[in-house]
């Protein structure tokens, strides 16, 4: 087997390493337990979700890049005083966390608008005209602040309330889509009634929370930098299954089309959320239009995704597990560059008998792993350029870490 | 029967559900309306609601086939747009009322997020950060590319500022000729598609093999791709909210979209039936009731509340003015007659007129109005209703039981009174002929076959 290569810059080598999941350990705890909680108290059949949330607990990667990028840009940000006077302003008006409230007992009505409240009672006669209510006025910010903004970190580092929801409802973002990722789609096999339903529910009652916490951010260009992420999970999803419904999706003529499909799916199916949300946890705290920070936030998750995800389909091919049903991707792509006769197999998807053997064959005699490895690390390393345009501090360190993790094989 | 309604102002006693269901006659409602013949409230806004069918496939458009066919799939078949209906006739019944109006009606001349109709399609990230491709929307929309590097931002543009007479202040009045914003138009797209998804989740989870007289999603395409379906029509309906740059119209949908599901999950709650075989305790039905009518708020009506209360935001209506408050009301009682008069079709129709299987409640072990009223008259009802019809045989007993009693009459009479209580918050309105077509409406909700 070809010595593994490590693209590292070597000024880099002697850099402390943190471990961004030490360093972060109690905010992630505080919301896995926030989680299993929530899924624990919906209803009954749903307890079974937050069993299983409990015995395969998530590596919690996308909630860590939001609070790392948190705490890596507060303070740099044109609007950080404004978001920081936000934040302390619900702090002391004991604003109630409406994305880990229990679902609702019989007694009290859960009705999502904090102008509106509603209770059992409200059902015992036909609804009647309500008093309208002006909701209270957040004081304005102090004329004390600064008024020509120097970017300069928050020392000790913080991290808004704002943006741990974020991290929250990313993870229940990502949940919810492996939920309904498990949906059984054929109609007429027996009747998994609980299994399918429990999913669907599932799945439909996080992202129900994740929608109300994320408009109760308050930041239109966040609600849809979200929004895109769940439609683009979706159409990875489809793109991963290939025919959906009647119309076909036309069948690959070249390895050029091939990773513009293969990449668009990773885009779409990892990189896009891990990217947004890394943007949007910098957008809340105060990064402006026109600023750097939510682009390098941007450009690391990106990178960090697809580090993360060539990796995991070169183990795939040296695990010789059976993953070519969703198309080519990295290894056999770079085969078939070199060998043209790949091209009817893969066309056909590799429904012949022997055409998974050729092709695990030809992969295995050509450069295909080594060059998939090769660029997982460009990635990962693209990463660690764009973190250079950070302020140093040990949450960028942290970050820095993260990159050779993502990549790393023996975790 | 209307000495039980009309007195009941928005700061006086109501009468509690219980008494109304005793003391109702079955008159229909149309006995309190003028002798007018009254208008059709989908002809006062018809090319509007063409409109919005048209335009809404449009903002589904994908890269991959199967995902297009698969969003566009349940807007390609005739619906009521019952929905889209409120949102578009309160925005014609309430625009001009508010206080902000006057800055509303200047935004939506503007090149701003929020603004002209062009306007609402224009991302507020860059396209090529957001990589939602949508073939119908080539110029804003944009595909991931690889080779996407760290840039420097540009410079923000400056937006254009309100004029002075954009806060103007003097006597509000109704707009005449009616008018819609095209932020109004949007919502009413937007509310479509949330309900659009929740119909393709719904068709999954109960297994209905029809919807609108044709294959259910699920059916055509398969329970997971469908549940998929419904998820990017979700995702594409909250990047448009997010477009039209109200945060209390964005919290007021998005609450709806966590309505939906609790509804569903209240759905599956049990009723308890304590006393065994008896007729039941007045708390033991006050809690199935509160059960079933809560289901039917968070299910049905919240959207149409919400969504026209929306509306009404969007045409300038400010904290404390009444207007929001009346749409509310309206949208939760005439949603709840709605979803009452739905079931009872359900124990009534056949499958021709319905679209969809007729009887399908008691096959998916729910005790909607006419069960819980049978249940009053006949004690053997109980046990069945615990156990949601799951025996063999129950389905047959219980629907015997429903026609053996007043339990389909009762219902109804209950629509009606809901419906009347639509009507009856609309009189705060200036008069007009969208105020008409809003109280024709809850006629025709009441008389509906399907």
Partial sequence: MPPRTTIINTAELHSPRLDPFVLLASELDYLRGNLLRLLGSAHPTLHQLAQHYFTNPSKQIRPLVVLLFSRATNGLGDGWEQKKWIAECERVSGRHEELNRPLTRPGVLNDCNPNMSDDTASFQSLFSLQTPQIPPELPPLPLSYKTDHTPILAN????????????????????????????????????????????????????????????????????????????????????????????????????????????????????????????????????????????????????IAFANQLMKDVDAYEDDADSFKAGPTGPLLYAWEDHSFLKPIIERQLSEDGDVEHVRHAVHTSSGIERTRTLALTHAEKAREVLRFLPDSDTKDALRELTIRVVDQTR | MRGCYTLCSRFGRVPSIQNCRRRLSLAPLSNHSSTLSQPDPFALVASELSRIRTDLVHLLGSAHPGLDEIASYYFLRPSKQLRPLIILLFSQATNGLGRDWPL??????????????????????????????????????????????????????????????????????????????????????????????????????????????????????????????????????????????????????????????????????????????????????????????????????????????????????????????????????????????????????????????????????????????????????????????????????ARSLVKKSAGVERTRALAVAYATQAREVLQSLPEGEARAALEALTDRVIKRKS
């Fill in chain 1, 156 to 303: 000790p580092p913080i991290i808004l309330p704002a943006q741990i929801r974020l991290a929250q409802l990313m993870e229940m973002i990502h949940v919810a889509s492996s939920l309904h990722d498990q949906v059984a789609n054929d109609t007429n096999s027996p009747s998994d009634g609980t299994g399918n339903k429990l999913a669907i529910l599932g799945g439909d009652f996080l992202l129900g929370r994740a929608s109300t916490a994320l408009s109760r951010l308050g930041d239109d260009e966040v609600v849809e930098l979200v929004a895109t992420v769940i439609a683009n999970i979706v159409e990875g999803a489809v793109w991963k299954a290939g025919n959906v419904g009647t119309r076909v999706v036309s069948a690959l003529s070249s390895p050029a089309q091939g990773w513009n499909r293969y990449l668009n799916r990773i885009y779409l199916g990892s990189a896009s959320l891990l990217a947004k949300a890394g943007r949007a946890a910098v957008i809340l705290g105060g990064s402006k239009e026109g600023e750097i920070w939510k682009e390098i936030a941007y450009m690391y998750g990106l990178h």
């Fill in chain 2, 104 to 397: 509303k009606k200047w935004a939506s001349e503007q090149a701003r997020p929020g603004g002209r109709a062009e306007n609402l399609d224009e991302p507020l990230s860059r396209a090529d950060v957001l990589n939602d491709w949508n073939p119908n929307l080539k110029e804003k929309t944009s595909f991931y590319d690889p080779l996407l590097s760290l840039s420097l931002p540009q410079t923000p543009t400056k937006l254009p500022q309100p004029p002075l007479s954009a806060f103007d202040s003097s006597e509000r009045t109704l707009i005449s000729p009616a008018f819609v914003l095209p932020t109004q138009m949007r919502l009413a797209q937007i509310v479509e598609m949330v309900h659009a998804a929740s119909l393709l989740h719904d068709d999954v989870i109960d297994e209905s093999p029809l919807r609108r007289g044709s294959l259910s999603a699920p059916e055509a395409f398969g329970n997971k791709f469908a549940v998929l379906g419904g998820n990017f029509i979700l995702g594409r309906a909250s990047a448009a909210l997010a477009r039209l740059g109200d945060p209390e119209v964005t919290q007021l949908i998005a609450s709806v979209i966590a309505n939906l599901v609790e509804g569903e999950i209240l759905q599956m709650q049990d009723v308890e039936s304590p006393d065994g075989q008896a007729v039941p305790s007045s708390q033991v039905a006050k809690n199935a009731w509160t059960l079933y009518l809560q289901k039917t708020y968070m299910k049905t009506a919240s959207l149409m509340a919400k969504g026209a209360r929306s509306a009404v935001v969007l045409g300038g209506c400010a904290d404390g003015e009444v207007y929001k408050e009346i749409a509310y009301a309206y949208g939760r009682n005439i949603g709840i007659a709605f979803q009452l008069v739905d079931d009872v079709l359900d124990y009534e129709a056949v499958e021709d007129t319905l679209g969809k299987p007729g009887g399908a409640d008691l096959q998916l072990g729910l005790a909607t109005g006419p069960a819980l009223y049978a249940w009053e008259e006949h004690p053997e009802m109980g046990p069945l209703i615990e156990r949601k019809f799951s025996q063999a045989g129950d389905v047959e007993l």
